[in-house]
């Protein structure tokens, strides 16, 4: 099928657009994650006494090692579906839910800064690139006939899918690093011997 101008335009600002949105956007959390989260636990766990103990204790598990993973791991997902919906000129139902989770995804990170009546990671970016990226990109796609009007149920799959795609790069991060063979390479037996000798004429 030959792309019409608008797909061609499409392709080259919307479909690849939604990485690089992605990957500004995730540097800011990279930036500012995981020390955040160390320096407002006490004063969360304070504010929000509702919250089960489990989640807050999951929040802390997360570090610098995990932190990294699951965001390269997330980040190979929305490569895919840029490809995805280059490949389609943005007619992929994977490009558009990821669009859609985006989006959503920014107006979580004001949500909690609301909340927290301050900064959380991401909310720097979310006003100022996620949402307006997201509402930009829809617009396209809808002027180039690859997008029906958004339906609530439209909405519910795009905020759960990116949920699911979160916690599930969090728990393959989480079990990449538990993985002995990932952590620590296999000593040379030379090595060790020569260790051994040197400890005993010591």
Not at 56 to 65: I, K, S
Not at 91 to 114: E, I, M
Request: aromatic share 8%.
């Amino acid at each position: 099928m030959d792309n019409s101008p608008d797909d061609e335009k499409l392709s080259a600002w919307v479909t690849a657009g939604l990485f690089a949105a992605w990957a500004l956007h995730d540097a800011e959390e990279l930036a500012a994650g995981p020390r955040w989260v160390r320096r407002s636990l006490p004063r969360l766990r304070e504010r929000f006494p509702a919250v089960p103990e489990r989640a807050w204790r999951q929040l802390e598990a997360v570090d610098e090692r995990e932190f990294p993973l699951a965001v390269a791991f997330v980040g190979v997902c929305v490569a895919a579906a840029s490809v995805a919906g280059h490949a389609t000129g943005g007619r992929s139902a994977f490009y558009r839910a990821t669009l859609d989770g985006f989006g959503l995804h920014g107006l979580v990170h004001l949500a909690q800064a609301a909340a927290v009546r301050g900064y959380t990671p991401g909310a720097v970016t979310s006003p100022l690139l996620v949402v307006p990226f997201t509402l930009w990109a829809r617009g396209r796609l809808r002027r180039a006939g690859v997008l029906r009007p958004a339906r609530p149920r439209d909405l519910a799959t795009g905020l759960a899918a990116a949920g699911v795609v979160t916690a599930a790069a969090h728990a393959a991060a989480r079990a990449w690093g538990k993985n002995p063979h990932r952590r620590r390479l296999p000593q040379n037996p030379v090595s060790q011997q020569a260790k051994a000798r040197f400890i005993s004429a010591n």
